[in-house]
């Protein structure tokens, strides 16, 4: 009789997470709860861009992206919301939050304090990194070198009074969207954690120095090329061991381990056969999760449909179901690294080490993460172009995109369109709370925390202690980040797209020779003007539309981010635009589009054609059309000559004689 082999020891699985928050604390709250109560086992907190950014939903930037994106918190009352029933100290709990994230943790421990929790057993993540905001997310308020005071702030408070809590995740995620290589999303990301960590070096006693190494986390994507991302992440745990070890003289092996959260490539997703996601996604979290060596601490997934809009609970819960079937149905746990010993991983690790180390010299070379922020994010629109230009010349195959594009309809796509859509009305009720909340609380408190707040701010000192108190007096987060904005100053991050004259011009000689054709019709140059109203600071798409214009040999002006709709009607009439495009990829395009055809109408510029690119449902795009809209394009229009092509066209006077 053949004996029973003993089970193997499983290892603990990697913490469950779904990135979660919509409309208000209160939906939100009650969405967090029905997640734990499926399995779940950590909160991951998505905030609505004006939390983001520092502004309260009252404010004129916030109009139309309260509650699209994340869920507004604007003070200890939402914050206290958003948590109710969830006790605090046995969660473990991720907020992305960057700019503000200060803020939100200060009103994350008052919560925990009035829950009765020992804030110094709080376990959890914020995300913290500014850097990455200036090169691809675009959701930072101050410049750089009081920013990463600030991310020192926070991490130099969490070792002494929080000391379970990760103070900064070194976000490497946002940089692969905005098209970096492995090599520079490696690079980039160690850039980042050399630059906190330098900063920090100084404030703590040389003792005390590697165990706050240990508490830097870094939150990562893993694309679609899965067996080079996992090479990737093997790579970066080399490198932080190689770094912490060389660079900061840790010893201890524990303070040296990469400790690291995944959510796998959104930008994969495909609007087309969006049914197909769910095989990218899981191929994606097989990067992270098959190298013990390599395996993330806490990984979510996105939903099949977000390159539609807003994933519904039942979407959710899918990507949950994803995880926990390959935690605990597979044999996974079960074994030691798989790779260990490969030959063709370690020469494919190796390859992407000594790429690395290359760009981390030449960072170095130049001063640093800080000192390298415009050559980082012009390598990353460069970058990014090359991407798009492989997808357009089918030399990246995307199934269902450029190859296999005839399908089935997905029955999946329900008469909800497949996506959750927040109610208009929440804005005006969380603003009706947010009005209610200020006229209730003591005014005298108030003002005496945000002057403690401002001095503290002014003499340099930790401003932790401060906002804390400050958001225990009812302080809002507007008025949080104001004071930072009077100390500290406001920043406009680079663009990355250059306005000189290009020598990209392969393959697009006839669209600059209808450029060149219709420029002479007009009697000056095309003017193209690119502009990001409101407050979604994705700028990859507008700042590829800009770039490729340009290649086109147009006159481009691209306006960056954070603009009003007063500010780009504006520029229309200051920089005389033949056309005006918007990228809205937040949600919040029906209201900051309607503000603006009817700002270019009173200006008398209504004869300029106005072109909408972001993720906008059908239903939408034809009521943008009958606006008045000239044409919108989402992301299954991924050929960027066609969209040139059609600029061209709406603004050549023949045509338009013509019609």
């Not at 699209?68 to 046995?90: A, N, S, W, Y």
């Not at 905005?178 to 100084?202: I, K, M, S, Y």
């Not at 603004?651 to 004689?657: E, F, N, Q």
Request: aromatic content about 6%.
């Amino acid at each position: 009789m053949t004996e029973t082999a003993p089970e193997r020891q499983r290892d603990r699985p990697w913490l469950f997470r779904t990135y979660a928050g919509h409309s208000t604390a209160k939906a939100s709250n009650a969405l967090y709860r029905s997640n734990l109560s499926k399995g779940q086992t950590g909160l991951s907190v998505a905030f609505d861009l004006p939390t983001q950014t520092g502004y309260d939903s009252d404010h004129i930037l916030a109009r139309g992206e309260v509650g699209k994106v994340g869920v507004p918190v604007c003070h200890l009352g939402d914050m206290r919301t958003l948590f109710d029933e969830i006790p605090l100290e046995q969660m473990n709990t991720s907020m992305t939050i960057n700019a503000t994230a200060p803020w939100l943790l200060s009103l994350y421990i008052a919560v925990a304090e009035e829950q009765g929790a020992d804030t110094s057993k709080l376990q959890g993540t914020v995300q913290n990194d500014l850097i990455k905001e200036y090169l691809s997310r675009g959701t930072y308020i101050c410049p750089p070198k009081p920013s990463l005071k600030m991310i020192a702030d926070v991490a130099e408070y969490c070792y002494s009074n929080v000391p379970k809590w990760n103070p900064m995740n070194v976000c490497s995620y946002h940089l692969q969207e905005a098209g970096a290589t492995p090599e520079q999303e490696l690079a980039f990301a160690l850039a980042t954690a050399q630059a906190v960590l330098d900063e920090l070096r100084p404030r703590v006693p040389a003792e005390d120095f590697p165990a706050m190494v240990g508490r830097i986390s870094f939150f990562v994507n893993a694309g679609i090329r899965f067996v080079t991302e996992m090479c990737k992440m093997r790579a970066f745990v080399d490198l932080w061991d190689e770094i912490c070890q060389q660079r900061y003289g840790v010893e201890n092996p524990k303070f040296r381990r990469f400790r690291y959260g995944v959510q796998v490539n959104s930008l994969g997703l495909t609007e087309q056969q969006p049914e197909n996601n769910v095989y990218r996604i899981l191929i994606e979290m097989l990067a992270v999760t098959l190298s013990k060596k390599a395996r993330a601490r806490a990984v979510q997934l996105p939903a099949w449909n977000e390159a539609l809009g807003l994933p519904r609970p039942w979407d959710q819960q899918w990507s949950l179901r994803m995880q926990q079937i390959m935690a605990y149905e597979t044999d996974l746990l079960e074994y030691e690294d798989l790779f260990d010993g490969n030959p063709a991983v370690d020469r494919k690790v190796e390859a992407l080490k000594d790429g690395a180390r290359a760009e981390l010299s030449n960072l170095d070379s130049m001063g640093g993460a800080v000192a390298s922020i415009d050559y980082m994010k012009s390598r990353l629109v460069d970058s990014n172009a090359e991407r798009l230009n492989r997808i357009e010349r089918n030399e990246t195959v995307v199934v269902g995109v450029n190859k296999w594009t005839q399908g089935e309809d997905s029955p999946l796509m329900t008469g909800d369109g497949g996506i959750m859509v927040v109610d208009p009305a929440v804005e005006a009720e969380q603003v009706t709370r947010l009005t209610e909340w200020k006229a209730d609380r003591d005014q005298d408190a108030v003002a005496k925390a945000l002057a403690a707040l401002r001095a503290a701010a002014e003499a340099g000192e930790n401003i932790m202690p401060a906002s804390i108190a400050a958001a225990k007096a009812g302080v809002t987060t507007g008025e949080w980040a104001a004071q930072m904005r009077k100390v500290h100053g406001e920043y406009r991050g680079p663009t990355g797209v250059s306005k000189s004259v290009s020598n990209k011009t392969e393959g697009l000689e006839d669209i600059r020779e209808a450029v060149d054709m219709v420029s002479d019709r007009l009697g000056r140059r095309l003017k193209f003007l690119v502009g990001k109203p409101g407050l979604d600071g994705h700028s990859n798409g507008a700042e590829q539309i800009a770039f490729r214009a340009r290649d086109c040999g147009m006159d481009i002006d691209y306006e960056g981010i954070r603009l009003t709709p007063e500010e780009l009607v504006a520029a229309a009439q200051e920089k005389q635009a033949h056309v005006v495009g918007l990228s809205i990829l937040s949600g919040s395009h029906m209201p900051l589009v309607e503000d603006l055809l009817a700002r270019m109408r009173t200006a008398g510029l209504s004869h300029i054609p106005v072109i909408v690119g972001g993720i906008i449902p059908d239903a939408d795009a034809q009521r943008l059309l009958e606006m008045g809209v000239a044409k919108v394009y989402t992301p299954k229009d991924f050929e960027l000559n066609a969209i040139m092509r059609d600029v061209v066209a709406l603004v050549d006077p023949k045509a338009v004689a013509a019609e």
